[in-house]
Each structure stands twice: as C-alpha cells, then as structure tokens.
T-cell receptor, first 115, second 114 residues
Framework: EAGVTQFPSHSVIEKGQTVTLRCDPI?????LYWYRRVMGKEIKFLLH????????ESGMPNNRFLAERTGGTYSTLKVQPAELEDSGVYFC?????????????FGQGTRLTVV | AQSVTQLGSHVSVSEGALVLLRCNYS??????LFWYVQYPNQGLQLLLK??????LVKGINGFEAEFKKSETSFHLTKPSAHMSDAAEYFC????????????FGKGTRLHILP
C-alpha cells in the first residue's frame, strides 16, 4: 500500500513567487494534516482537513497560505506570494480516524527554500 | 496550552551503550504522547505512543518509553544503541479524543559513535 506522498520533494523559488505543494494521503484516510518545520524550530501544526472540510486551520500563519482538498482526496498548499520566512520543510500526514488513538502517517516532506 | 520540551538538541552515545532521550510535556488534559523518528531523507515514522493503560510502552526497533505523570515525562530509552539508530527523534503530545492536533518538541539528533 502506498504511503503519504508529497510533491515536489524540493522547491527553490524567489521571494514574491507562488508555490503549490501537493499531498496525496493514504487511500481511504479522511483526515489530512499539514505541518511545517522552519529551520531550527519545532514542527508546527498548520491545519487539519476531514474529507474536504477544514476542521482546524488555527496554525495557518497568514492569508498568503491557502490550503484546499477538493473532493476529499489529495490536498494542495499554496503560498502566494512567498516570503523568505516561509522557507522550511512542509509535512503532510493522514489518518483513517480521529480520537488520537490511530496513527497519523507522515510523508517525506517538501523542502521549500525561498531566496 | 500544551507544550513539549526535549532536553538536548544533539545527543551522542557509543554503539552498544544505553540511549536516553529526555522529554517533558505540559498538558491541561490527560495527554496522548508520541515519539517519532526521522531517518535521513525519510519522513516521520511513529516509534511508539502512549494513550491509556500501561505506562511502559514498547515500540519498534527495541525502543521503549515510560509515561510518568508525576514527573510529566515521557523519556525514550533503548538498552543498546546500534549505528542504524542515528536519526532525529521527536517527542510529541496531543489531547487525544479532544483534538488530534500534534504538538512537537524541537527534536533531538542522536549520533552513534563507533
């Protein structure tokens, strides 16, 4: 069974440009999460989808970040326009159910560098 | 608010020696506790988790952790380190049934000395 897949694995863009990150969760997992790790800091929660609905987006840093999950399958995270402080590793995770007693499976992450 | 503190951003142990990675948490509700590992060029992998019940939790690759409520700790141990254990380890907490959002510590990079 395929795990959580993230595209691209690396992205280098200039300040002011737009970047779209994609996450394909494990098939059948209703829950999809985005996290981010800025250099030297902890991994921080960005948002949580249940199917196509945003359950919790309290971690989104500002309105330059837009996440979507049309049809409740894959998700995209768009950063527009990108700033230097957006550099970091963006992780996606999925799980089949809520309640904390199920495992969230993480992807390999997308390393975003804004120059 | 929940938080996680990992003592030591880098820890070095000799191959065959005891591995001890420290984690303390704060939570206003009974926590669910996790240890994740990230090997080079790979994603985060769950090592073990505590939800309820037995406070000594065994995970993959010979790791275990003990939930100590009185000390608000969830330290990770392995009796004998192997070269393949070199990785970054993350302690994490969630509110379990109330909230699946995971709060991570800053991570500890484990180095294994030959």
């Amino acid at each position: 069974e395929a795990g959580v897949t993230q595209f691209p694995s690396h992205s280098v863009i200039e300040k002011g440009q737009t970047v779209t990150l994609r996450c394909d969760p494990i098939s059948g997992h209703d829950n999809l999460y985005w996290y981010r790790r800025v250099m030297g800091k902890e991994i921080k929660f960005l948002l949580h989808f249940v199917k196509e609905s945003k359950q919790d987006e309290s971690g989104m840093p500002n309105n330059r970040f837009l996440a979507e999950r049309t049809g409740g399958t894959y998700s995209t995270l768009k950063v527009q326009p990108a700033e230097l402080e957006d550099s970091g590793v963006y992780f996606c995770a999925s799980s089949p159910a809520t309640g904390g007693n199920t495992e969230a499976f993480f992807g390999q992450g997308t390393r975003l560098t804004v120059v | 608010a929940q938080s996680v503190t990992q003592l030591g951003s880098h820890v070095s142990v000799s191959e065959g020696a005891l591995v001890l990675l420290r984690c303390n948490y704060s939570s206003s509700v009974p926590p669910y506790l996790f240890w994740y590992v990230q090997y080079p060029n790979q994603g985060l992998q769950l090592l073990l988790k505590y939800t309820t019940g037995a406070t000594l939790v065994k995970g993959i690759n010979g790791f275990e952790a003990e939930f100590k409520k009185s000390e608000t700790s969830f330290h990770l141990t392995k009796p004998s380190a192997h070269m393949s254990d070199a990785a970054e380890y993350f302690c994490a907490v969630s509110e379990g049934n109330r909230d699946d959002k995971i709060i991570f510590g800053k991570g500890t990079r484990l180095h294994i000395l030959p």
